[in-house]
């Protein structure tokens, strides 16, 4: 079954960096885009970033434009998604996603909190 995993989340000062990770398994990571998603504490899910399957093209959220950075190793099944300049308002939980065959399968998610 396909199962995504995401890494690298935590408490970072505003201007900080953070580098996270989502490893994949159980389908053909190389075929298919990868997005990463967040969601603030009482706001829904909005998008963050995406990229396609041989990391050619990347697009993003005007508000990550230029601070954040997605990226794929498919020989490590795994999309990064770095982040920085980092902002108060960038506190969320971010999830990955992939969408296969018109369904779309989503991590647990990791938590970054940005303080002031």
């Known amino acids: 079954q396909v199962q995504l995993v995401e890494s690298g989340g935590g408490l970072v000062q505003a201007g900080g960096s953070l580098r996270l990770s989502c490893a994949a398994s159980?389908?053909?990571?190389?075929?298919?885009?990868m997005s990463w998603f967040r969601q603030a504490p009482g706001k829904e899910r909005e998008f963050v970033a995406g990229?396609?399957?041989?990391?050619?093209?990347?697009w993003y959220a005007d508000s990550v434009k230029g601070r954040f950075t997605i990226s794929r190793d498919n020989a490590k099944n795994t999309v990064y998604l770095q982040m920085n300049s980092l902002k108060p308002e960038d506190t969320a939980v971010y999830s990955c996603?992939?969408?296969?065959?018109?369904?779309?399968?989503w991590g647990k998610g990791t938590l970054v909190t940005v303080s002031s």
């Open positions: 996603n992939v969408r296969l065959l018109a369904l779309d399968y």
């Open positions: 159980g389908y053909t990571f190389s075929n298919a885009g």
């Open positions: 990229i396609n399957w041989t990391g050619s093209s990347t």
